[in-house]
């Protein structure tokens, strides 16, 4: 996923997450793991109120570098 957001593009993580949905959704994919996602906790939250009809997202931070 390389980030949150994607500066390149000029995404930032609510509209990069939100053609994560889309995507999903017009691919008909159920499951998705994504790594690098570099995600807090309260990232992680906010993200998960945004998208709570679509997406349930699950994150694991690196205990040493969250």
């Known amino acids: 996923?390389?980030?949150?957001?994607?500066?390149?593009?000029?995404?930032?993580?609510?509209?990069k997450w939100r053609t994560i949905s889309n995507t999903m959704h017009t691919k008909k994919i159920a499951v998705l793991t994504?790594?690098?996602?570099?995600l807090d906790e309260g990232l992680t939250e906010l993200l998960g109120k945004s998208f709570e009809k679509n997406l349930k997202i699950l994150n694991s931070a690196h205990p040493d570098n969250p």
């Not at 994504?34 to 570099?38: A, R, V």
């Open 1 to 15: 996923m390389n980030g949150a957001t994607a500066p390149s593009e000029n995404m930032n993580y609510k509209a």
């Open 34 to 38: 994504i790594q690098e996602s570099h």
